[in-house]
Antibody, heavy 112, light 107 residues
Framework: QVQLVQSGAEVKKPGSSVKVSCKAS????????ISWVRQAPGQGLEWMGG????????NYAQKFQGRVTITADESTNTAYMDLSSLTSEDTAVYYC?????WGQGTPVTVSS | DIQMTQSPSSLSASVGDRVTITCQAS??????LNWYQQKPGKAPKLLIY???NLEPGVPSRFSGSGSRTDFTFTISSLQPEDVATYYC?????????FGQGTKLEIK
């Protein structure tokens, strides 16, 4: 059974970047859309962008255009989300998701 | 981006009650709508896809309806384990967006 396994918690300085990985364990995700969703403490879900690995190109929510890059490596069944110019407002749990299957979440804390 | 307006933001009901949550899209999204349940500290769980299809393994007391811009999510008989926050998500490709969420509590 496929699982989405994300990389571990991160603590970053303001102005830096973070890269979170999401590996499909036990299967492949090439034909499926993978979304990245974040949730700030006590807040709702926010869709950041997504990619269909077999097609390669990503789509981004307007709010994150120019600051987020989503990629996928079909050879390793791994998707990546790279977020730059971090501020304290980016402190959140970041999830990768395939609609019916979600990763465990990666907490990212941005603090000086 | 398409905006999703979900209401109410919170809801308190008794065990056995019928509970209804609505989502309105800012433009026609056909039936490209999911409903999720999220419990504290957990990832969201898909309950309904394509507006009205029940995800396998999800209890039949959960249902969804609607199309184009207006959607409804219903719990026919509220159970204690249904305490959670519920979200709608539109996926009128290629961009998605979520409603603000509805926090459901037991009276």
């Amino acid at each position: 059974q496929v699982q989405l396994v994300q990389s571990g918690a991160e603590v970053k300085k303001p102005g830096s970047s973070v890269k979170v990985s999401c590996k499909a364990s036990g299967g492949t995700f090439s034909n499926y859309a993978i979304s990245w969703v974040r949730q700030a403490p006590g807040q709702g879900l926010e869709w950041m962008g997504g990619i269909i690995p077999i097609f390669g190109s990503a789509n981004y929510a307007q709010k994150f255009q120019g600051r987020v890059t989503i990629t996928a490596d079909e050879s390793t069944n791994t998707a990546y989300m790279d977020l730059s110019s971090l501020t304290s407002e980016d402190t959140a749990v970041y999830y990768c998701a395939k609609t019916d299957l979600w990763g465990q979440g990666t907490p990212v804390t941005v603090s000086s | 981006d398409i905006q999703m307006t979900q209401s109410p933001s919170s809801l308190s009901a008794s065990v056995g009650d019928r509970v209804t949550i609505t989502c309105q899209a800012s433009q026609d999204i056909g039936k490209y709508l999911n409903w999720y349940q999220q419990k504290p500290g957990k990832a969201p769980k898909l309950l309904i896809y394509d507006a009205s299809n029940l995800e396998p393994g999800v209890p039949s007391r959960f249902s969804g309806s609607g199309s184009r811009t207006d959607f409804t999510f219903t719990i026919s008989s509220l159970q204690p384990e249904d305490v959670a926050t519920y979200y709608c998500e539109q996926y009128d490709n290629p961009l998605h967006s979520f409603g603000q969420g509805t926090k459901l509590e037991i009276k």
